[in-house]
């Protein structure tokens, strides 16, 4: 009974049958007691007329007599409509203008159903000429109690055999509503679980009614539903994966600008925390005019729009957003998808500025090569005191175009990443050791001391050459912006969080702590008058950092100015051996 449709369709059914019923009863018994008032008329109407062609003598007497045989009542009116004999003299019947006498008055047969007392009393007046001449009327009346009394038995025999008919016909509806109710549920159940693929098919209803139909339709159908839904779950998993392993950003809004979905990326550039709640509007996940602007052109003009902007979330990064409508069968949206091309951006900076220092490092040994060969062509040669000194500065700048040349080869084949499958097991100590005998001239030269503390023969992964070549450009510049007497130490700390720690320190001029962020830039230089002097080619220590970043080092400098300096290289460590000789003879310099 706590079904809807079971409780309307059980009172829509009660309502019916009660009224059915009703209605019928009252047909019936009203047709009965129609019947019996017809059968009383038409057998007053025979007597009356057989009785007004009988012969009068006293009224009084004849009427009595009359009535007792017929066992009616009857009365003689007057033409004066005045009751002249009575077989019940009791003044309950009148006769002035009553229908039935005025028809028999008229020479009819006069009918009339009155309430006479207390009871329905039928009435029959017919043309009485014997009584007295013309407009005499004899009137017969019979009280209809007893067609009543037989009515209302009827009428009670209806009501019991209606009450047990509806009772009969509950019965039977409600087993058939019970009984139809469970097989609906069943047949609600098996729907609601119809994506399980193991549901069984015998939890479907069954019968050859229309029910048992829409079961069989469903039992063929259920298989191409779980294999449809089985492929959109696949799809949309693929889907959300792709989305979610995607790079760039991806948001997608409805026309609203209410969010339907994010994916990781996006939610992390804005600095949300995932999942996103979908349907949260654009304002409270990222307020952004540029990305709302963008996305209210899209919708508005059903265009695709691509721009750069900067996200208000993520000062320091730029971004180039796509956008396109989405149309839908119902509603409209658009799906933004954010790239980021700050790391693009700056690498065009540091084309532009690489370009621009190439140039301006170019310019200056192409010039004086110029120079000074225009100076010979012009008349030097013949000049035996300079001639020779202006060939020795041509060959000096050539010799540093080679070495810019040589540097920026090296540069790019560090930057292309060749050769990482050739990397192998180096020593560091041999590296060391090779990289101290490069710089032992120089350092005579310079007058400057270099010192190797405790080496550790330790082992990283990486290219025995250009590690070579990173110590001697740190030990090269070490020793070139050293002051006279001054000192390099070069030594080993060990294993610290399986990296080998290698620190080089010197006593020189050391770094402004505003240039010691920009020192590994290509040609830089801190005091550039000093480093063209010095022949350096603003590369090595670019280079430097190059080869510890791809041995997967990291690479600290610690300078004070008029001090000296101190780099730091952390290598992970491949494979520890103990040291046989903490200290190498042979390699001090003074």
């Not at 954010?338 to 190439?358: C, G, M, Q, S, W």
């Not at 120089?442 to 503390?453: C, L, M, P, T």
Request: hydrophobic share 45%; glycine share 8%; charged share 25%.
């Amino acid at each position: 009974m706590r079904n809807r449709i079971f409780r309307r369709y059980f009172w829509s059914a009660f309502l019916l049958f009660a009224i059915t019923l009703s209605a019928m009863d009252f047909y019936v018994v009203r047709s009965a007691w129609s019947r019996r008032v017809e059968r009383l008329q038409a057998q007053l109407e025979s007597e009356a007329r057989i009785l007004a062609g009988e012969s009068v003598g006293n009224l009084s007497s004849w009427v009595q007599t009359i009535a007792a045989r017929a066992g009616v009542r009857v009365s003689v009116i007057d033409p004066e409509g005045k009751v002249a004999a009575d077989s019940s003299p009791d003044g309950s019947l009148s006769a002035s203008a009553d229908s039935e006498i005025v028809a028999a008055t008229e020479g009819r047969m006069g009918r009339g159903i009155r309430q006479v007392g207390d009871t329905e009393t039928l009435l029959i007046a017919a043309p009485f000429p014997n009584a007295g001449g013309a407009g005499w009327v004899l009137r017969l009346s019979s009280p209809l109690s007893g067609a009543n009394a037989q009515v209302s038995d009827l009428r009670l025999r209806l009501v019991l055999a209606s009450f047990f008919s509806l009772a009969l016909a509950l019965t039977l509806m409600l087993q058939f509503m019970f009984s139809f109710s469970r097989r609906v549920a069943r047949l609600r159940i098996y729907i609601e679980g119809l994506p399980d693929a193991s549901l069984p098919d015998d939890e479907l209803p069954g019968g050859d009614d229309e029910l048992g139909s829409l079961a069989q339709a469903l039992r063929q159908t259920a298989p191409k539903i779980r294999d449809l839904l089985e492929k959109l779950k696949l799809e949309g998993s693929r889907r959300e994966a792709i989305l979610a392993s995607m790079v760039e950003g991806v948001l997608a809004v409805d026309k609203e600008l209410r969010v339907t979905f994010c994916n990781k990326s996006f939610a992390c550039t804005i600095g949300a925390k995932m999942p996103v709640p979908e349907g949260v509007p654009l304002l409270d996940l990222a307020r952004d005019p540029g990305l709302r602007d963008i996305l209210v052109n899209v919708l508005n003009s059903g265009e695709p729009i691509e721009r750069r902007i900067h996200l208000r979330a993520v000062q320091s990064h730029s971004f180039e957003i796509q956008a396109t409508p989405l149309a839908g069968p119902s509603a409209r949206g658009a799906l933004a998808i954010l790239h980021d091309i700050t790391e693009l951006e700056r690498l065009e900076r540091v084309r532009k500025d690489f370009v621009a220092n190439v140039s301006h490092e170019l310019r200056t040994p192409l010039a004086a090569i110029r120079g000074y060969a225009e100076t010979l062509l012009d008349g030097a040669l013949e000049d035996e005191e300079h001639n020779r000194k202006f060939v020795e500065v041509i060959l000096a700048h050539a010799i540093r175009l080679n070495n810019i040349a040589s540097d920026l080869l090296v540069l790019s084949e560090l930057e292309s990443s060749g050769g990482a499958a050739q990397a192998k097991r180096v020593s560091i100590r041999s590296s060391i050791e090779a990289a101290l005998r490069t710089v032992e001239s120089a350092a005579k030269v310079q007058n400057v001391r270099v010192v190797s503390g405790p080496i550790e023969d330790l082992y990283v992964m990486g290219f025995e050459i250009r590690l070579e070549q990173a110590f001697v450009n740190l030990l090269d510049n070490a020793v070139k912006f050293n002051r006279p007497a001054g000192e390099v130490r070069i030594e080993t700390g060990g294993i610290r969080d399986g990296k080998a720690m290698i620190t080089i320190s010197d006593t020189g001029i050391g770094i402004p702590s505003e240039d010691v962020s920009r020192i590994f830039e290509r040609f830089y230089r801190v005091d550039k008058a000093r480093s063209r002097a010095v022949s350096g080619t603003g590369l090595g220590l670019s280079i430097v950092r190059h080869v510890i970043e791809q041995m997967g080092g990291t690479l600290k400098v610690e300078s004070q100015l008029g001090k000296g300096s101190q780099f730091t290289i952390l290598l992970p460590c491949e494979a520890e051996v103990p040291p046989p000789d903490l200290v190498r003879p042979g390699l001090l310099s003074a």
